[in-house]
């Protein structure tokens, strides 16, 4: 091996390989250091530039857009809530860099005193770069909102998001459509990812500042999309789609083996022979249950509470017989009777959220679905978490009693509060909070009675809090906080609280919650004389 590829390889390694489990895509807390690092990269590659003219001029063309993408860093909230560029800043720190910058020039020059500076910079801030499995996550994101909000392929390529007045300032290259085509094919998504593979042959013609990825041709975005139309059933376009690779180049070898298959198989439709149908990808479960397809439509605005269903809820001031609250009362909106659904606005101060922010930002994992032991990371639930114990932050203590003023209830069986942070299309599924074995998950403390779910920012699209059985979307209300019964007054589980958080579609959606149980609620919440169990059954699997 020859020292400059030695030093592209060491280089590569370092930076590459640390791009383990970044999960960058889950949470918009993790996107806003990408960019630190990636500013870090820059101002190294200039230092280098001085040195090496006779690369500055295609290099600098890169890194003067990369800066240009730069947003201020007391705007990343509002940038990293643009969907868009969160997916185009995880493909530039995945791809982009490596194949316009780091291979030709490693490979051209001799960088072994630049190679040490970069990657013990990158080594001593620990960073851990985002991998394929980030750029996947991102395309998943962004399928999702298109999935639930119905968003047009065209629009969402050139930033416009659920009406002319919703535009994100920033339209997709080629290569970006691409990728997503390409993505989605990979997960058997071929409706979607012919639309983004048309799209990126749309931008080939037009996209005259396509400098990130100027590399991008007609013939490569045919080989993805004639299998496309393959899969989809579309077998005379898939045929008109793989001559034109062969109108471009003559000794295409799989274009070659493709037209002797196409044109056998379509030879024999005209002769009317059943022609062995495409094997199509199974319909996901989910999208089968009748909750799910009641969350999209509740997330969509489709399906409403009615107004005979409204007519008895009220808007009130509240003290909750405590005698702090008659001078200062909570202001309370009902938002549903049965089950007890409410809002309690201005809940929580603006100091107090900023601190939760501060106090998570760090610590946060990939969430998980469900329990102790057996629980592990989905796309039913797309966020980062963590946990702020009472007894470790003493600051909490007067929320907690708060949330025990709000409620009526005792937080000596709750649990910690939970942060969490949604990114790129984050959602949470429908589900219930209970759980089916209690004693066994909580012992004493018993099943989850209440939950209590503060937002501590407002989110710019998306990110209602969903009740499909209930027809009733929650927009998320900085500083607020949404209380529900998930038992019956009997304690037994109520099926019609299955509630989702729809994805966020601009923004980001910061939330902290906290859950009741049973256990020392005996004198606060006493249980009715009647039993419930059995009553609403028919939702429990629906």
């Known amino acids: ?57 295609n290099i600098k063309r890169f890194l003067d857009q990369v800066e240009e993408l730069q947003p201020d860093n007391d705007d990343l909230g509002d940038y990293f809530g643009n969907p868009l560029n969160a997916f185009t800043t995880i493909r530039r720190l995945v791809y982009d860099w490596k194949f316009n910058v780091f291979e030709p020039i490693f490979n ?244 107090e959220m900023e601190q939760i922010i501060e106090k998570g930002l760090g610590s946060m994992v990939r969430s998980r679905v469900g329990q102790s032991q057996n629980a592990t990371t989905s796309d039913i639930r797309t966020s980062a978490n963590t946990w702020l114990w009472y007894n470790e932050n003493p600051w909490l203590s007067k929320i907690k009693q708060r949330l025990e003023d709000i409620t009526g209830l005792s937080t000596e069986s709750a649990e910690p509060l939970q942060l969490v942070n949604y990114g790129i299309g984050g959602q949470y599924e429908p589900h219930f909070d209970f759980v089916e074995e209690p004693q066994k998950v909580f012992g004493w403390k018993g099943n989850r009675l209440m939950t209590a779910l503060f937002y501590i920012n407002d989110v710019a699209l998306g990110g209602a809090t969903a009740f499909p059985f209930l027809h009733l979307a929650v927009p998320p209300v900085k500083g607020s906080l949404l209380v529900w019964y998930n038992l019956h007054r009997s304690l037994h589980k109520d099926f019609r609280t299955k509630h989702a958080g729809c994805p966020v579609l601009k923004g980001s959606k910061w939330i902290c919650n906290e859950w009741f149980h049973e256990g020392t609620q005996v004198f606060k919440r006493p249980c009715g004389l009647s039993s419930d169990e059995g009553r609403f059954l028919q939702f429990e699997h629906k």
């Not at 640390?18 to 807390?29: F, H, L, M, Q």
Request: glycine share 4%; hydrophobic share 35%.
């Open 1 to 57: 091996m020859s020292r400059k590829h030695s030093i592209f390889l060491i280089l590569y390694i370092s930076f590459y390989l640390v791009s383990v489990n970044g999960d960058y895509y889950s949470a918009t807390s993790e996107l806003e250091r990408l960019l630190d690092v990636e500013a870090f990269i820059v101002e190294k590659f200039e230092e280098y530039l001085d040195r090496a003219q006779r690369e500055q001029d």
């Open 108 to 351: 051209t020059t001799n960088l072994e005193d630049y190679k040490n500076s970069l990657s013990g910079g990158l080594k001593t801030i620990d960073f851990k770069g985002p991998n394929a499995e980030d750029l996947k996550g991102a395309t998943r994101g962004l399928l999702r909102l298109q999935n639930i909000y119905q968003l047009p392929t065209s629009q969402l390529a050139n930033g416009v998001l659920a009406g002319e007045k919703n535009h994100l300032n920033i339209s997709l290259s080629a290569s970006d459509c691409l990728e997503l085509g390409k993505n989605l094919c990979e997960m058997q998504e071929y409706f979607y990812g012919s639309e983004w593979l048309l799209e990126a042959r749309k931008k080939i013609n037009d996209d005259s500042s396509d400098l990130i990825s100027p590399n991008v041709t007609d013939v490569e975005i045919l080989e993805k999309l004639i299998p496309a139309y393959y899969h989809l059933g579309n077998l005379k376009l898939a045929n008109k789609l793989n001559n034109e690779i062969l109108e471009q180049e003559s000794d295409h070898e799989e274009a070659l083996r493709n037209k002797v298959v196409y044109e056998a198989i379509l030879a024999k439709e005209r002769n009317h022979s059943p022609r062995i149908p495409v094997a199509l990808p199974e319909p996901n479960n989910k999208e089968t249950k009748e909750s799910y397809q009641l969350y999209k439509r509740v997330c969509r605005g489709e399906l409403r509470q009615s107004p005979r269903e409204q007519r008895k809820l009220r808007c009130m001031f509240s003290h909750q017989n405590v005698a702090f609250y008659r001078l200062a009362p909570f202001k309370v909106e009902q938002l549903n009777l049965d089950p007890y659904v409410a809002y309690y606005h201005q809940a929580i101060n603006p100091s």
